[in-house]
C-alpha cells in the first residue's frame, strides 16, 4: 500500500491562493487514481477533487470547481492542489488519498465516497482567515 503525506498547508486570507503537495511513497503513484478530500470541525469529511493516474483525467466537486486545480508529477511521485480564491468557509484539514487502479470510475458516486480509498495521508491544516 502506499504511504502519503500531505504538505503546504497555512494560515492564508480570503482570496488568497495555496498550493498543497501529497508526496507518496512505497509505490508508483502513477498506478493510483488519487482524490484530495477536505474536513471541517464538526463536519463530515468531503470530496474535494481527483486526478487520474494519468493525469489525463479529473473532477471536481461543485464548491471548488473553477477555482482549485488538481495536477500530479508522476516521475517525483507527487499530486498537487492548487486552490485560488480561497474562501472562509475552505478551512479545513485537507487530505490526500489514492486508490489502486488509474482510470476514473465512471460513477460520481464511487469517486466522492471516502471509503473508496484504502490509502491516507495524516492531513494538512489549512485555516483561512478574513
Known amino acids: 500500500q502506499v504511504q502519503l503525506v500531505e504538505s503546504g498547508g497555512g494560515l492564508v486570507q480570503a482570496g488568497d491562493s495555496l498550493k498543497l503537495s501529497c508526496a507518496a511513497s512505497?509505490?508508483?503513484?502513477?498506478?493510483?487514481?488519487t482524490a484530495w478530500f477536505r474536513q471541517a470541525p464538526g463536519k463530515e469529511r468531503e470530496f474535494v477533487a481527483i486526478i487520474s493516474g494519468s493525469g489525463a483525467a479529473t473532477f471536481y466537486a461543485a464548491s471548488v470547481k473553477g477555482r482549485f486545480t488538481v495536477s500530479r508529477d508522476n516521475a517525483n511521485n507527487l499530486v498537487y492542489l492548487n486552490m485560488n480564491s480561497l474562501k472562509l468557509d475552505g478551512t479545513a484539514v485537507y487530505y490526500c488519498?489514492?486508490?489502486?487502479?488509474?482510470?476514473?470510475?465512471?460513477?460520481?458516486?464511487?469517486?466522492?465516497?471516502?471509503?473508496?480509498?484504502?490509502?491516507w495521508g495524516p492531513g494538512t491544516q489549512v485555516t483561512i482567515s478574513s
Open positions: 512505497g509505490g508508483a503513484l502513477s498506478n493510483y487514481r
Open positions: 488519498a489514492a486508490v489502486l487502479g488509474a482510470v476514473l470510475p465512471p460513477s460520481r458516486r464511487y469517486r466522492s465516497n471516502p471509503n473508496s480509498y484504502p490509502a
